[in-house]
């Protein structure tokens, strides 16, 4: 039994709890707009069942990348595991706006806006894979929103510090406290716990960036911008100065 004081580290079991419980909404709701849909005796209209069709499609396509997130993350930390990739020089301009036409319909859906803050000159270069970074970025933008109240602002923001690329997502949320960040930086990616007094919150977002990151040689961190959480990624940073 865990006592007071003790933390719940991330192991297989924890995991798979955690996991449960971040697909039991989304399941419910597709059985749900699914037998509205099914139900005859309703009358929907048209335009009402485009409307339903439509939220069953963000939600199945949320929690398929939450599945195929989960599979990536178990076979990087399976020690036996022969997943390999390559690291090459990454746009980050071009993988971020990509993240975002794929989010801002389940952002939409949520009543939330996401707007993209990126440095004209240089892009940012990092040292990393695609597909990879492209989940990390994907992973942190739906972590946000699923976090955060209705009518919410968030914004994904790159920048280049020293010899990494910082990805930061942050919102205009709820404010943490100082003790409440302190934990999170000591336990970021390592515990299945509520952040923030966030009870829906299980940690495995944050678990599943952390080892996407890792793998690449990467660091997840949390930091506080005007009282409010800012969660960001280092990524190394390229020497390439530009992708022909």
Not at 11 to 34: D, F, G, Q, R, T
Not at 98 to 106: L, R, T
Not at 200 to 229: D, E
Request: net charge positive; with cysteine.
């Amino acid at each position: 039994m865990q006592t007071d004081g003790e933390q719940q580290t991330l192991n297989l079991p924890s995991v798979i709890a955690a996991a449960a419980h971040e697909l039991k909404s989304p399941l419910m709701l597709i059985n749900y707009l699914s037998q509205m849909l099914a139900d005859s005796d309703l009358g929907l209209t048209d335009k009402e069942k485009q409307k339903y069709l439509n939220r069953l499609q963000i939600t199945s396509q949320r929690t398929l990348r939450l599945v195929q997130h989960l599979t990536t993350s178990y076979r990087l930390e399976d020690a036996q595991s022969t997943f390999e990739f390559a690291l090459e020089p990454v746009n980050v301009r071009e993988v971020c706006e990509s993240a975002m036409h794929e989010i801002n319909p389940y952002a939409k859906d949520q009543n939330q806006k996401v707007r993209l803050i990126l440095p004209c000159n240089p892009v940012p270069i990092a040292l990393a894979n695609r597909e990879i970074t492209y989940d990390i970025v994907v992973n942190l933008l739906d972590n946000a929103i699923k976090h955060n109240k209705p009518g919410a602002k968030i914004e994904l923001n790159t920048s280049c510090i020293s010899a990494n690329v910082r990805l930061a997502v942050r919102s205009n949320g709820e404010p943490v406290s100082r003790r409440e960040l302190n934990f999170s930086k000591n336990n970021l990616g390592k515990v299945v716990q509520p952040f923030f007094g966030q009870p829906g919150n299980s940690g495995l977002g944050l678990y599943i960036i952390n080892q996407l990151t890792t793998a690449m040689g990467g660091s997840l961190g949390v930091g506080k911008v005007q009282s409010r959480p800012s969660f960001f990624v280092n990524l190394i940073r390229s020497q390439q100065l530009r992708l022909l």
